[in-house]
């Protein structure tokens, strides 16, 4: 009986923090749908007052907006890619004992110095402007593609797999490149969704580094773009159709329409990826 007790109360209670935690986006939706005089006048709740759509026309109804958004895509694509890559090949040598790789220890304070001590924003930018990165995809790709958190996560995961798969494939033979993409990877989706995850988030949500290190709007990642338009209104992309439109809405809609659009995306990912996101970040988390 209080086995039944409390499992009913453990349900109950996390029905209760599922609520409040989708409440806030109920009503931010509700807030997209309803009139800027509405919104403003705090009279929107968890459903539509003065139902129109023009916060979202505001947005989506724009030929930038489209280019913002495959910028976004490719740059989404494109840096999970490279950083999974880059993360892989580096957490695997750390995650060895020091007796098969001599200088991991070394390296591995070196990865763990770059999270206490940083270089600042201004190296950063003269470092990718001396580079000639300035105004492409890769200005926005290989600055972060390695992120040491998700290589900590990702080594503990490998140090937590058995040993004796390892050793089995050496002795058949089977060299580094061999053991890590044909075992050690097939192994660790858990963790390469979690990181995998990470990463595109990240990327998808990150609008300052499109703002410094693009010169031209018209290179701007659908943040930085939403950030331009819809929270500074600049000008320089609205015509008198936008000034008739943005008559309709106010900065609480617009603000609004502007979490759910760029928030899409990432809420289609993932629940694809939840059966293995809390398995990995738990197993990756609990080794040394």
């Known amino acids: 009986m209080s086995r039944k ?15 409040l935690c989708l409440l806030p986006l109920i009503h931010m939706f509700a807030l997209s749908l309803s009139s800027g005089s509405a919104a403003s006048a705090g009279q929107v709740g968890l459903w539509p007052v003065e139902f129109n759509v023009a916060s979202y026309q505001n947005i989506l109804a724009k030929p930038e907006y489209g280019a913002a958004f495959l910028i976004s895509v490719e740059r989404l694509l494109l840096g999970t890619a490279i950083s999974l890559f880059l993360t892989i090949i ?7 004992e020091t007796y098969a790789f001599q200088f991991r220890t070394f390296y591995a304070w070196f990865f763990v110095f770059t999270i206490l001590f940083g270089g600042g ?15 492409t995809i890769w200005a926005l790709v290989l600055p ?13 995961f490998y140090r937590g797999l058995p040993k004796e798969l390892d050793e089995s494939a050496r002795m058949d033979g089977a060299g580094h490149f061999r053991v890590l993409w044909s075992i050690i990877v097939p192994l660790s989706k858990p963790a390469l969704a979690t990181v995998g995850l990470f990463t595109m988030v990240s990327h998808w949500n990150n609008w300052f580094d499109g703002l410094i290190l693009m010169n031209r709007p018209e290179n701007y990642p659908l943040q930085t773009f939403l950030q331009t338009i819809v929270i500074k209104r600049d000008m320089r992309f609205m015509s008198s159709e936008d000034a008739e439109l943005l008559r309709l809405i106010s900065d609480r809609t617009s603000a609004a329409a502007q979490i759910f659009v760029a928030s899409l995306p990432i809420l289609l990912v993932y629940p694809f990826l939840q059966r293995f996101f809390i398995k990995g970040i738990v197993l990756g988390s609990v080794k040394e």
Do not use: E
Not at 6 to 17: G, Q, R
Not at 123 to 133: A, E, K, S
Not at 144 to 156: E, R, S, T
């Open 5 to 19: 007790l409390f499992v009913a109360a453990n349900y109950t209670f996390l029905a209760l923090l599922s609520l």
């Open 90 to 96: 580096t957490a695997y040598p750390l995650a060895k």
């Open 121 to 135: 924003l201004v190296p950063w930018y003269m470092t990718i402007r001396q580079l000639g990165l300035m105004d």
């Open 144 to 156: 972060g593609a390695l992120v040491v958190f998700n290589v900590i996560l990702l080594l503990n």
